[in-house]
């Protein structure tokens, strides 16, 4: 007969919307979670900013004020660090457990995009493990399938919608014609976003997101600093009809590749097709693409935010790890990880050129000059109208490097006939 095991005992350090939701299933799928992992899962102990009603009965558990001091004490096995912030509480904490030999799951993708490596090391130095299957596209299983599932592939690719506010303003833009302010505005109303809303639009979130797929899929360490940022503010309901015309939407999009010029990592509004699974991605749902050498592509698509959806991954990684399965934090040790030397030059593509110019003669004529000169060459043109002496004009280039269309960005700068800032994206190959 086998023995059974102790149950596994969790300290959790945040009680808002992912900390609830993880009492929850702790609370209400006892049964099913033990005959699962072989053994009970309980929560010791828990800390949160106060100790209002939350609408959960914590009656049972400890109360930690500090999470500091949750994380140390011996009664637990795992801290589950579900706070927030790359600094300050969460970090501490996070440091205090694995130096007291606690395994920790996290929700927390800034703090692993900033300290993911150093946590991870001191983390191995103990023998123990960070599991973040939350803190990429929430409830998507994204962590667990590129650290397991396809462990036997050389990655050729990953690439991602991993922020559902963004992706919820783009396709409510499309669907209601509202422009950008408004819509950013019902996020607000809504609780779509971060405290700090520029994580989400200025695309930082799934900018850390990224950071933390190139890491596992490439074995490098992460390097956020490394991802090249675009957010999706500057698109206007013009953009969206105008990709639309072409066949295309507008996604901000996380692209991560090893090529032979280095790791490129791009988090940026692109144009995929209108028909492909990124482009028919409706709201606020996430979707994940990855592309192995033996695999090809695998598509992945659900909720990456939301109580249920994010405290479901992070009690799949503590089953896990009431299991006994103990992969590596970035899916090979952290201490043969190499440093990311990041791409010198980002890979090619065609682009969609955006810009007002003065309705007069000879102003296409000049910007199709610099386009030139700048050795781009030009597959459409299109004036749509003009607004008094303003005329919206679109190119969309065949392909070239990113280097030539900021040159020809920069020439058209001089030619006297461009009006506010031409807005740049790539046409991506999906
Ligand atoms: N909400 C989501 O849908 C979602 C999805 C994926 C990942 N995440 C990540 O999960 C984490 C938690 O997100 P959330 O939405 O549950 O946040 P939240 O703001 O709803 O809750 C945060 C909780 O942490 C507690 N807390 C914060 N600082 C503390 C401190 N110094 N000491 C003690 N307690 C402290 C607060 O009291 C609160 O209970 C974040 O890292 C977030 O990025 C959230
Ligand atoms: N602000 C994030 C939450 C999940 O990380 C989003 O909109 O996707
Ligand atoms: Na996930």
Redesign the pocket.
């Known amino acids: 007969m086998t023995q059974s095991l102790p149950p596994l005992r969790l300290g959790i350090a945040g009680l808002g919307t992912v900390g609830r939701g993880v009492v929850r299933i702790v609370q209400t799928h006892g049964a099913l979670i033990a005959a699962r992992a072989g053994r009970r899962v309980e929560i010791v102990a828990v800390s949160a900013r106060s100790q209002k009603d939350r609408g959960i009965d914590l009656s049972a558990y400890a109360f930690e004020a500090d999470p500091v001091a949750l994380a140390q004490r011996p009664d637990i096995d795992v801290f589950v660090e579900v706070m927030g912030g790359h600094e300050g509480a969460a970090k501490a904490a996070t440091e205090a457990a694995i130096a007291s030999g606690k395994d920790v799951v996290t929700a927390n ?1 800034a703090l692993l995009a900033h300290h993911g490596q150093a946590l991870a090391l001191a983390a191995e130095a103990k023998g123990r493990v960070i599991r973040f299957e939350a ?1 990429v596209a ?1 409830g998507i299983p994204v962590i667990k399938a590129l650290t397991e599932g396809l462990a036997g592939n050389a990655m050729k690719r990953v690439m991602g919608v ?5 992706n ?1 303003i783009l396709t409510r833009m499309e669907a209601t014609g509202q422009g950008y302010n408004v819509l950013f505005d019902e996020c607000a109303k809504l609780g ?3 405290a700090d809303p520029n ?2 639009v200025g695309g930082i ?2 900018g850390h ?1 990224l950071s933390l797929l190139s890491s596992i899929a490439f074995g490098t360490q992460v390097a956020f600093d490394a991802v090249e940022l675009q957010g999706i503010q500057n698109i206007l309901l013009d953009d969206i009809r105008m990709a639309k015309d072409l066949g295309y939407r507008i996604k901000l999009l996380g692209v991560t590749q090893m090529t032979g010029r280095g790791l490129e990592q791009r988090m940026t509004p692109c144009l995929v097709p209108a028909d492909s699974p990124l482009g028919q991605l409706q709201g ?1 749902t ?1 979707m994940v693409v990855l592309e192995g050498d033996s695999v090809g592509q695998i598509v992945m698509r659900g909720p ?2 939301g109580e249920g959806p ?1 405290a479901s991954a992070v009690m799949g990684d503590v089953i896990d790890l009431a299991r006994g399965t103990r992969v590596s934090t970035f899916g090979q040790p952290a201490s043969t990880l190499t440093k990311a030397i990041p791409a010198k030059a980002q890979a090619p593509s065609a682009w969609y050129l955006r810009m007002t110019l003065l309705d007069k003669p000879g102003a296409l004529a000049k910007i199709a000059t610099c386009l030139g000169e700048a050795g781009v060459s030009i597959d459409q043109m299109r004036q749509n109208g003009h607004e008094g002496i303003h005329a919206p004009v679109l190119i969309v280039t065949h392909k070239a490097a990113p280097a030539d269309i900021a040159d020809a960005v920069a020439r058209f700068a001089g030619t006297g006939v461009l009006v506010g800032e031409p807005v740049a994206l790539r046409i991506e190959e999906v």
């Open positions: 993708k803190a929430g991993m922020n559902g506010t963004c919820y779509y976003l971060e994580l989400d979130d799934a997101k606020g996430n990456g935010a994010t």
